[in-house]
């Protein structure tokens, strides 16, 4: 990858210095809820207080209907991913992971949620090597290794 400001992140989430890595985070966050201007951003907030208050259904057509109008604002995918998580509805989460990743393929995040959710359907293998990619971009990230080991002690 040449030298872009979103490979120098990426470099930065594997530096040893964890106040590095932490805003080498924030900001690619920052990038990808900010992708498509501040309506855009916006949009995605008030899809995060619908979910926080219990409003699925509302959460759902808001976020739909956001891919519909810009299908390659991948943050709008990601954000359906979490709500159809949080509804177990997990193959559609997967399904919305998968469309995140194709668009960002380091996208750690998404990346985590596909091993939520495989997870979470006793897919563990399938759960490893979604956290496996998500260490390859995040090698630090606690959480990635401690759910590997717990699915791997489940596939014994």
């Known amino acids: 990858m040449e030298n872009t400001p979103i490979s120098d992140l990426l470099d930065a989430l594997k530096h040893p210095d964890e106040a590095i890595r932490q805003e080498a985070?924030?900001?690619l966050w920052r990038l990808w809820f900010q992708q498509k201007g501040i309506y855009a951003t916006q949009q995605l907030m008030k899809s995060q207080t619908l979910l926080e208050t219990g409003q699925f259904e509302a959460a759902a057509d808001l976020l739909s209907?956001?891919?519909?109008g810009q299908p390659d604002f991948a943050e709008a995918w990601n954000r359906r991913a979490v709500l159809y998580f949080t509804q177990k509805r997990y193959w559609d989460a997967i399904a919305d992971c998968e469309q995140v990743i194709k668009l960002i393929p380091y996208h750690f995040g998404a990346l985590h949620g596909l091993g939520l959710c495989?997870?979470?359907l006793g897919n563990y293998g399938a759960a490893i090597q979604a956290f496996?990619?998500?260490?390859?971009v995040q090698p630090f990230s606690l959480i990635n290794q401690r759910l590997i080991l717990e699915c791997t002690a489940k596939l014994s």
């Open 25 to 27: 985070t924030d900001e």
């Open 132 to 136: 496996r990619k998500a260490l390859e």
């Open 65 to 68: 209907g956001i891919i519909q």
């Open 118 to 120: 495989h997870a979470a």
